[in-house]
């Protein structure tokens, strides 16, 4: 268990709508990273936060949007999906290391229909 | 861009066998961690190397950081099907504080 917790665990939903995942860091991590995995692409990142603040942007789309609250959650909103959104969404949080090592939630699998 | 590039893409064998994966690049990375991803999880740390030319090893896992800090290497010794997985090196830039991950080598271990 590493301690990072994603919900939901599994999606599905119809092409045009929107969905929210989200996620709860490990307990004192402030940072909190968005990936997307699919088969053909691997392990892309999407965006971090530190402590609230966006600290570095991926390869997100537009139609995708990120927050992290006061409490340190974060939430990842997609919207207008497309089938091509069909994939894994991890969350991972790390710590004050300088070595960057990252600790990941179970993903949220989502199918776009 | 840093781009990893992970050889070989898919490595299916039996039960006892030994194997290297590669991870290479034409940059110089910070330091380069090492992930293990079973189905239907997210990836787990397996082993974080900093020094060029340094060896970790993880009871039959072996790590290596190339030393010139561009490539790395994971070897495993008796393989068991409690390896099998997706094995996922990512290189760390310090100045950005850039973590690029390499698209895996898929592990599957017979028994």
């Known amino acids: 268990d590493s301690g990072v917790t994603q919900t939901p665990k599994h999606l599905i939903t119809a092409t045009g709508q929107r969905v929210t995942l989200r996620c709860s860091p490990r307990s004192g991590d402030l940072s909190v990273y968005w990936y997307q995995q699919s088969l053909d692409q691997g392990l892309q990142f999407l965006i971090q936060y530190y402590n609230g603040e966006e600290r570095a942007k991926g390869n997100i789309l537009e139609r995708f949007s990120a927050q992290q609250f006061p409490d340190l959650h974060s939430e990842l909103n997609l919207s207008s999906l497309e089938l091509g959104d069909s994939a894994l969404y991890f969350c991972?949080?790390?710590?004050?290391?300088?070595?960057?090592?990252?600790?990941f939630g179970e993903g949220s699998r989502l199918t776009v229909l | 861009t840093q781009l990893l590039e992970q050889s070989p893409q898919f490595l299916s064998i039996q039960e006892g066998e030994n194997l290297t994966v590669y991870c290479n690049s034409s940059s110089v990375f910070s330091s380069l961690q090492w992930y293990r991803q079973e189905p239907g999880e997210g990836p787990v740390l397996l082993v974080t190397?900093?020094?060029?030319?340094e060896v970790k090893k993880l009871k039959r896992l072996t790590f290596q950081f190339g030393d010139a800090r561009k490539d790395s290497s994971l070897h495993i010794t008796a393989a068991q099907p409690g390896d099998t997985g997706l094995y996922l090196c990512a290189g760390l830039v310090y100045s950005n504080y850039k973590l690029t991950f390499g698209k895996g080598t898929l592990l599957t271990v017979n028994p």
């Open positions: 991972a949080s790390s710590g004050q290391s300088n070595t960057g090592e990252l600790f």
């Open positions: 190397v900093v020094t060029g030319g």
